[in-house]
Each structure stands twice: as C-alpha cells, then as structure tokens.
C-alpha cells in the first residue's frame, strides 16, 4: 500500500539551531500538506502545496519557517532558528484532490517528525 | 470557514461497552467530514468519511458515523469497545480552503 514517507522520525536539538524535515508524498499526489500538532491539541495547516506552488501559508511564521517542494513531488520544511515553542509533532500529508475544487479529498499522513527543542 | 468541536477531551469505556465520540461542525458550504484515529507517535489514519452520500457512514474497525444536518453534529460510535481502539480520536471538516480538526479525544478502554 502507499504511504507517505517521512523522515526523520524523532529529532532532538538545541534552541537557535536548524532544523529540517523530509516528505515524500504519495505518488501521483499533487496536493501536499504540513501541520503542526502540539501534543495534546489537533493539527493545525502550516503549508499546503499544488504542484511546486505554494496554495495557502497564511499560518506558517515566516520568520523563522519555510517550505519548499521544487519539483513538485517531495517537499521540505525548514525552522531556522528553532525556539522552545517549536517542539511539536510536524506531519506531512497528501491527497489526489485539492481543497479549492470543493470536493473534500481525503487526506493521507506519514507518521510524522516529532521534534523536541531543548 | 468551518470549524468542528469535539466535546469531551477524554472519554473513558469498559471493553465491550458503547462507545461514543462527539463532534460537531460549523460551515457555511455543505461540509464534508472526517473521523481520524492516531496512535502514538504516529500519523493520522483516516476512520471513516462523510461526502453528502449516505447520512449513516461505516468505517473501519466497527466504527460509524452519522450526519444530522439539524444537529451540524457527527458523532462516532462503536457498538462494542476492544482494547485495541484505545487512541485519540480527531474529527475534522473541510470545506474550499482546508482541513480544519478538532483538538481530539483520547478513548480509553478498560478491562
């Protein structure tokens, strides 16, 4: 079965560092997805991809956040610097229709990269 | 824009009981709804979905949900609770723009 690929599973570093996530969606998926998931909260939508363009980031920080996905297949989620606060699960996910055609895709997740910032 | 409630953070079951998981939605466009599982450290995976067809959706592993427009109200429910449901729960809605979730239940399931 097709999964999403994620990595890398847990990563631990220490504040101001960067730090960088991998995904990889499943293929033939043109929609791609980052949230956020604070533990014990629901995700919340950082990013969302169609094709290599950028659809909706309205909730990403940009200061210290960016998301890339140049080829239109696997994408990157940078935090340079990290602060405390970042210390979440980041999950990536990917579907074969996008929101904006109105027809509610299903969403398909990867396991996700937890990340504790020390 | 849309929005889901899930009431209850936690919600607590003997093994073979009912359970019942509560969410209700706020939308302006006919939503569409979702129930997802997650166990821990891991990902999300995806229960069951609601797409204007059948109001009573089935899903995997025994669970069901059902859409009552006049309630905005999607509730997910299991006949009889297994050890192995024990994980939280997210309902979410998703309309032009997202995926909004809620901020979830952790089902417990006692011997």
């Known amino acids: 079965e097709a999964e999403v690929a994620q990595s890398p599973r847990y990563k631990i570093t220490e504040k101001s560092q960067a730090v960088a996530f991998w995904c990889d969606p499943i293929?033939?998926?043109?929609?791609l997805y980052w949230y956020r998931q604070i533990l014990g909260q629901g995700p919340e939508l950082l990013v969302q991809?169609?094709?290599?363009?950028?659809?909706?980031d309205s909730q990403l920080p940009k200061d210290r956040f960016s998301a890339e996905r140049l080829k239109g297949v696997d994408s990157t989620l940078k935090i340079q610097p990290a602060e405390l606060g970042d210390s979440a699960m980041y999950l990536c996910?990917?579907?074969?229709?996008?929101?904006?055609?109105?027809?509610?895709?299903?969403?398909?997740f990867g396991e996700g990269s937890r990340l504790t910032v020390l | 824009a849309q929005s889901v409630t899930q009431l209850g953070s936690h919600v607590s079951v003997s093994e073979g009981a009912l359970v019942l998981l509560r969410c209700n939605y706020s939308s302006s466009v006919p939503p569409y709804l979702f129930w997802y599982v997650q166990y821990p450290n891991q990902g999300l995976q995806l229960l069951l979905k609601?797409?204007?067809?059948?109001?009573l959706v089935k899903g995997i592993n025994g669970f069901e949900a059902e859409f009552k427009k006049s309630e905005t109200s999607f509730h997910l429910t299991k006949p009889s609770a297994h050890m192995s449901d024990a994980a939280e729960y997210f309902c979410a809605v998703s309309g032009a723009d997202d995926m909004r979730f809620g901020a979830g239940t952790r089902l417990t399931v006692k011997p």
């Open positions: 609601y797409t204007s067809a059948a109001t």
């Open positions: 991809f169609q094709d290599e363009s950028v659809v909706d």
């Open positions: 293929s033939g998926h043109a929609t």
């Open positions: 996910a990917s579907s074969d229709r996008p929101f904006l055609a109105g027809v509610g895709g299903e969403l398909f």
